[in-house]
């Protein structure tokens, strides 16, 4: 049987990670029903803001999350106000996620593969908690009035062969 060759869609695209710093420790130490109820308030808060803001959960990664949007500043919007709004919904620990953008693979109509969604799994990966990173050149759009964007200098970040400047999201 010949294989189908598929032709390769490339689309522009944000992307961020984001999830709950230090679950593991607070699983052991505050048990499994006192975990999922963070949780469950964690992806209760991230589905009201991406939902307002027609950003998508792409997916759930256990205590975290994977956002797509078309638009970069919609996306950086909601990702801050979700690190923001955390504690108001009673979310214990701090937040944390990377954001990045640029020309992915649409693989099945539903799944995105490239180096921006690597690179916001990555920086999610290196943020502290209550920190949002994303590389310098989120800064060559406008950002959305409520956030400012502060240089923290380059870094290397695992994976990727050279260092990248990378900027600290925070609500303004």
């Given amino acids: 049987m010949a294989e189908r060759v598929r032709t390769v869609k490339r689309v522009d695209r944000a992307f961020a990670f984001i999830d709950l710093s230090g679950f593991t420790a607070f699983t052991d130490t505050r048990g499994d029903a006192e975990a999922v109820a963070v949780l469950a ?44 709004e955390a504690p108001e919904w009673r979310i214990e620990l ?13 693989m099945e109509g539903d799944d995105h593969i490239g180096g921006a969604v690597n690179l916001a799994a990555r920086l999610c990966d290196e943020a502290q908690p209550n920190e949002v990173l994303a590389p310098s050149a989120v ?18 970040v695992r994976g990727i062969t050279t260092p990248i400047e990378l900027v600290l999201l925070e609500a303004a």
């Fill in 94 to 106: 701090p937040l944390r996620a990377g954001v990045a953008h640029g020309a992915v693979i649409l």
């Fill in 41 to 84: 308030r964690f992806r209760a808060l991230v589905r009201e803001v991406a939902a307002s803001r027609a950003v998508r959960v792409s997916k759930w990664l256990g205590d975290g999350a994977m956002l797509v949007a078309i638009d970069l500043p919609t996306l950086i919007e909601t990702v801050t106000d979700i690190v923001t």
């Fill in 139 to 156: 800064t060559g759009e406008p950002l959305p009035a409520n956030t400012t964007a502060r240089v923290v200098g380059h870094r290397k």
